[in-house]
Nanobody, 121 residues
Framework: QVQLVESGGGLVQAGGSLRLSCTASGRIFSINAMAWYRQAPGKQRELVAR???????NYADSVKGRFTISRDNAKNTVYLQMNSLKPEDTGVYYCNAVISYYDDGKTYSWWGQGTQVTVSS
């Protein structure tokens, strides 16, 4: 079993900042990639930012230049620094990790429980 525990969500005014954290624990041999997704009310879940074990990153166009994803491999933790927040950034933010239990090349996708981010205008 693997657990992803997220923290750092909350209510912030437009233009403000928040930092999300997500720590993975449990049966983990390696973590191939970690990412943040979000889901706004009435909309599909969308990728916000992703980082691989090789430290490459990619971002949704809507957050480029405002959000930064980073990773602490020693702590199995991924962060999302969100600056210049906009009301349209409101939603539930989910952490995702692609994990190997053993050194066998097989990977499994795990999700956190989600953390609410609300940006007021």
């Amino acid at each position: 079993q693997v657990q992803l525990v997220e923290s750092g969500g909350g209510l912030v005014q437009a233009g403000g900042s928040l930092r999300l954290s997500c720590t993975a624990s449990g049966r983990i041999f390696s973590i191939n990639a970690m990412a943040w997704y979000r889901q706004a009310p009435g909309k599909q879940r969308e990728l916000v930012a992703r980082t691989t074990s090789g430290s490459s990153t990619n971002y949704a166009d809507s957050v480029k230049g405002r959000f930064t994803i980073s990773r602490d491999n020693a702590k199995n933790t991924v962060y999302l620094q969100m600056n210049s927040l906009k009301p349209e950034d409101t939603g539930v933010y989910y952490c995702n990790a692609v994990i190997s239990y053993y050194d066998d090349g097989k990977t499994y996708s795990w999700w956190g429980q989600g953390t609410q981010v609300t940006v007021s205008s």
